[in-house]
């Protein structure tokens, strides 16, 4: 497919890990953002690319993994409800909650259905009107004109019988969440392509100002992936810290102002809870003035039992990139994507199911072999 | 979650307010109606980048040409001074 194929070509892969390969003198660490980068650099083999001065540690973008266990639980008691159709992408359903996945509470027979847009969920209302019509509204940047636009469609065309269960996160205030932590050992990022092709990348410039850290936009095929590594390599190697765009098939500086707009009108900004992350104040979005009747947090007051999370998954310190997925005793033993403790293990986004799909159970701790970049 | 997918408009309906905005979308041969509320500036024959049934973003096809323009003068650049040795 053109946009796509053209992209992931062998031969000019190789020319630019020889690039990275000559500019490279020190080890460097680097974030990529998002969960969609990760799955490309696993799938794909590129850390085999690298010279081994590179360590590539995978960041908190997967909305599935830092979904908070409350909302999963949430979810669940809602679409158990009998005169409700609960909608959701197909990733959240075997997110386990504290005692069930959606999938779980399918299976005793809630109306539990995967849609591809929310605007299916809300179509879905319009022929379903004797229903309660739930979409689990859960993303970053890139899907929250879509779900503004549900929102914003549902009030004008009157479909009252249509909500959204947010988890609107947002990626800049966890990356300063990340840079501010003693425990960060990132040193440049490539920032995440498609939430930029909404926001624009302005709101990037003051972080890697006052971190003094690269950020460099980056798409999702491999080609994309090597030449965001490489601009973020070459800023290291010359000392600079500034905000540059690999991604600009796609993205311009503005970022996409009528989806903005859109957002604007319906969402105000709000503190969320970060599964495995905590509480990052201004972190989310929520409904806003005449929205908020399609809030289904609203609509279906709950008295949810206390959350409990797997005392053996790891997945905060893995959403960090401090630890690794095969650090976990648990990998690829006690948790699969069958049968999952936690949230980075179900997600086509998640680390572990990266690592788990292509294979990296095995593979060579990269930190042992390096100084840590705190002794640095 | 963030996947979005460049496919080719083929056709674009007007449904009043730009909010309700639809094209029928070519993804290699698979064709979709897709939201263009958030791309103004679409054409038939444009490529656009579309996440969860909404274009979010319309292709620059220049842009898209860069990395191949800077392997190309690499190699050039390469041949000028002979193979680098690793």
Request: proline fraction near 6%.
């Amino acid at each position: 497919m053109k946009f796509l194929s053209e992209y992931r070509d062998q031969k000019a892969a190789d020319q630019l890990a020889q690039a990275i390969r000559q500019r490279v003198t020190r080890p460097w660490t680097i974030m990529e953002i998002c969960g969609g980068q990760t799955h490309t650099i696993v799938k794909s083999g590129l850390e085999d690319l690298l010279p081994r001065e590179i360590t590539l540690v995978h960041g908190p973008g997967c909305p599935v993994c830092v979904t908070p266990i409350e909302l999963i639980d949430k979810a669940v008691t809602i679409a158990a409800r009998p005169e409700v159709i609960f909608c959701s992408f197909g990733d959240m359903l075997r997110v386990p909650g504290s005692s069930k996945s959606l999938f779980d509470v399918k299976a005793e027979g809630a109306d539990v259905r995967i849609v591809y847009s929310p605007l299916d969920a809300l179509k879905l209302a319009k022929t379903n009107p004797d229903r309660q019509v739930v979409f689990f509204a859960v993303g970053f940047e890139t899907t929250a004109p879509a779900n503004a636009m549900a929102a914003w469609q549902a009030d004008h065309d009157h479909i009252e019988n249509f909500s959204l269960l947010i988890s609107h996160v947002l990626v800049p205030p966890a990356m300063e969440a990340l840079l501010s932590s003693e425990k960060c050992v990132v040193q440049g990022f490539l920032a995440a392509g498609h939430v930029c092709t909404i926001m624009g990348y302005e709101e990037y410039i003051p972080i890697a100002a006052r971190y003094k850290v690269p950020i460099v936009v980056t798409g999702f095929e491999p080609l994309d992936l090597l030449e965001g590594i490489l601009m973020t390599v070459t800023q290291l190697e010359e000392g600079r810290h500034e905000v540059e765009n690999q991604y600009s098939r796609a993205v311009r500086r503005e970022g996409n102002r009528p989806a903005q707009e859109r957002i604007a009108e319906v969402f105000e900004i709000t503190a969320r809870q970060w599964r495995g992350l905590g509480e990052i104040p201004a972190s989310g979005f929520q409904l806003r003035g005449r929205f908020k009747k399609h809030d289904a947090n609203l609509r279906f007051p709950s008295s949810a039992e206390p959350a409990r999370e797997s005392p053996e998954c790891i997945a905060g310190l893995i959403l960090q990139g401090i630890k690794k997925p095969h650090d976990c005793p648990a990998f690829a033993v006690k948790c699969t994507p069958e049968h999952p403790l936690g949230a980075p293990m179900v997600s086509s986004e998640g680390a572990c199911a990266a690592y788990y799909h292509y294979g990296r159970r095995q593979t060579h701790d990269v930190h042992i072999e390096l100084p840590s970049p705190a002794s640095r | 979650m963030c996947l979005a997918v460049p496919g080719r408009i083929v056709e674009i309906t007007d449904g009043g307010d730009i909010a309700f905005r639809i094209g029928k979308v070519d993804f290699g041969g698979i064709r979709k109606e897709i939201n263009l509320a958030y791309t103004p500036e679409a054409e038939v024959g444009k490529y656009v980048l579309v996440h969860v049934g909404f274009a979010i973003s319309v292709i620059d096809e220049a842009e898209a040409q860069r990395v191949f323009q800077y392997l190309a003068e690499l190699g050039a650049l390469k041949e000028e001074l002979g193979e680098i040795p690793q």
